[in-house]
């Protein structure tokens, strides 16, 4: 039976960069989810008898959330629901299904890389029919049903068993629980050279790959060691857990730090990576040798020829504003476009659906290509091993190679996480106000050659995005970005990115928080960060 029940609005439900983030507790708060899914609904149109894609990464509340979707989405007009096994689907592989079975959506629960459990984080998005998060006008859309919204629509029926593959009816529609890895796997095997990879494995490469017990491990142990036979071991804390085992599922410097100790030693394995709660993100960590995302980004694009799937080569690269401009240099040397977008991986559909780009990255470790419309952690991680099987080098080789051919790009991000928001905000429109007075200014032996606030024009829908962040550029190449980040679910998040280019190979191996240095003071002084902060040092550097 399809009941309609009676609701107010709960305020706050504006989605961020990548859906709506909240404590969980605010989530199980009684008829919360049910509005804001039901908005969802309401803001979408033509979806009778449609199919829906619906999974989440297995955080705290993710199997209860499941349940009222499914059983919304058939109330409210789907006729088909495919859920990941065990209510489990990396957010990659979401996009992918999305794709592939021509359905309408899908809906995709989590808070990425935010922690988890009883007293941490929870998401929720909705992804578009070409699989990538929805974009502003559609999100702005559900805000605005989300303040008037009066009744929802549920199918009042026992819950599914979620832990069964196969088909059955429920109500007006059916659902569908599917193997969350096969068809993501099956996509990744045309992708990449397997039997190449395979090899390198027998040669005696050594993976440890964390997947932080969190969405990516049921992949991991499929295609790293049943499928390319890395040895049993390879994947660490593999399985799912509601909590992430009490791991911080960011896979960065500061919450991977073991990977990275581990890949200094003299011993070390070749490649040690990682992914994020929801598999979107990715780490990566040869011996001896840290790639930075941004690095990263531009290494896999200048070597994306050697995979199969990319073997015609690049329309374009993407990348987001504050990611750093080493991509740009390949661009220039490949003779493709290079885009510089806002933060936000929906801001790359357009080009990737228009044929405009291949690759794109962010610096907050995500990139990913034209065969999903979201950033994909596994995806990165394989075609970094198929680039190792085919050049036969170490990672720490190609790195120091391409720095010597296109020339390094040294660059820090530093996160005040959980500021008080008015700080934040005061800060950031006080650097908004003063940008007039900023061109020209010398602060030692450094001068200010521009400074702006981003704004970006989609050159495929026309739409313009501005406020985007605050960009200082320098007449020695150094720049500073300032902006606040919406994935966080307390307070506010400041990042600042700090970067400056070193065509010198021989100037090229100083430590980053050295070539950086007086960028780095001067990133506070500009600001202000201390005085409308109270902060004296970052949360985490990466």
């Given at each position: ?26 989530f ?35 199997r ?10 058939l ?21 992918h ?37 929805a ?13 008037a ?9 026992a ?19 599917i ?50 036979g ?91 504003m ?83 051919d ?25 650097l ?16 200010i ?41 307390a307070?506010?998040?400041?990042r ?47």
């Amino acid at each position: 039976m399809i009941e309609t029940i009676a609701t107010t609005p709960f305020e706050g439900q504006r989605p961020g960069t990548s859906g709506l983030r909240k404590k969980t507790p605010v989530f199980q708060t009684p008829g919360y989810l049910e509005n804001f899914v039901q908005s969802i609904f309401d803001s979408l149109e033509g979806f009778e008898g449609a199919t829906l894609v619906l999974g989440g990464d297995g955080r705290f509340f993710n199997r209860e959330a499941i349940q009222v979707v499914l059983k919304m989405a058939l109330a409210n007009g789907f006729g088909k629901i495919l859920v990941g096994r065990g209510g489990i689907l990396s957010t990659p592989a979401a996009s992918h299904l999305i794709r592939k079975f021509s359905a309408f959506g899908g809906v995709v629960l989590s808070a990425s890389h935010n922690p988890g459990g009883p007293h941490g984080d929870f998401g929720i998005k909705y992804n578009s029919a070409n699989g990538g998060p929805a974009p502003e006008k559609v999100t702005e859309a559900i805000f605005e049903r989300t303040k008037a919204i009066s009744r929802y629509r549920i199918l009042q029926t026992a819950d599914v068993d979620l832990d069964r593959t196969g088909s059955l009816r429920l109500g007006p529609g059916a659902v569908e629980i599917i193997d969350p890895v096969a068809d993501y796997a099956q996509l990744m095997q045309q992708l990449f050279d397997f039997d190449r990879i395979a090899g390198l494995f027998k040669s005696g490469f050594r993976l440890r790959f964390d997947a932080m017990s969190a969405v990516t491990g049921p992949y991991a142990a499929r295609i790293f060691q049943d499928l390319l036979g890395a040895p049993a071991g390879s994947v660490l804390n593999a399985k799912p857990l509601p909590d992430f085992g009490g791991h911080h599922p960011d896979p960065n410097l500061v919450h991977a730090r073991h990977l990275y100790d581990l890949a200094m030693t003299a011993d070390g394995p070749d490649l040690c990576a990682a992914s994020d709660g929801d598999g979107d993100r990715n780490l990566i960590i040869g011996r001896g040798r840290f790639v930075t995302p941004s690095d990263s980004l531009a290494i896999l694009a200048a070597n994306a020829h050697l995979a199969p799937g990319y073997a015609g080569g690049l329309k374009g690269i993407a990348r987001s504003m504050p990611t750093s401009r080493a991509a740009d240099k390949v661009a220039e040397k490949l003779g493709v476009p290079l885009f510089e977008t806002p933060t936000g991986w929906k801001f790359f559909g357009n080009l990737l659906d228009a044929g405009l780009a291949t690759i794109c990255g962010e610096e907050s470790a995500g990139t990913g290509s034209d065969h999903v419309r979201e950033k994909d952690g596994l995806w990165a991680i394989l075609l970094w091993l198929n680039i190792l099987a085919v050049r036969g080098e170490s990672i720490d080789a190609i790195v120091t190679k391409h720095w010597a051919d296109y020339g390094r790009n040294f660059y820090a991000r530093y996160d005040y996480e959980e500021v008080e928001a008015d700080g934040a905000n005061a800060l950031i429109k006080a650097l908004r106000d003063g940008l007039p007075g900023l061109k020209g200014k010398h602060y030692g032996a450094l001068r200010i050659d521009a400074a702006d606030d981003f704004a970006y024009h989609d050159p495929v829908d026309g739409s313009d995005s501005t406020h985007q962040g605050i960009r200082i550029h320098f007449e020695d190449g150094g720049r500073i970005v300032y902006r606040l980040s919406g994935t966080g679910t307390a307070g506010a998040t400041l990042r600042v990115y700090i970067e400056r280019f070193e065509p010198d190979p021989a100037r090229q191996h100083q430590d980053t928080a050295t070539a950086l240095g007086d960028l780095i003071g001067l990133s506070n002084e500009i600001a202000g960060i201390a005085k409308f902060t109270g902060r004296t040092a970052p949360s985490v550097i990466t």
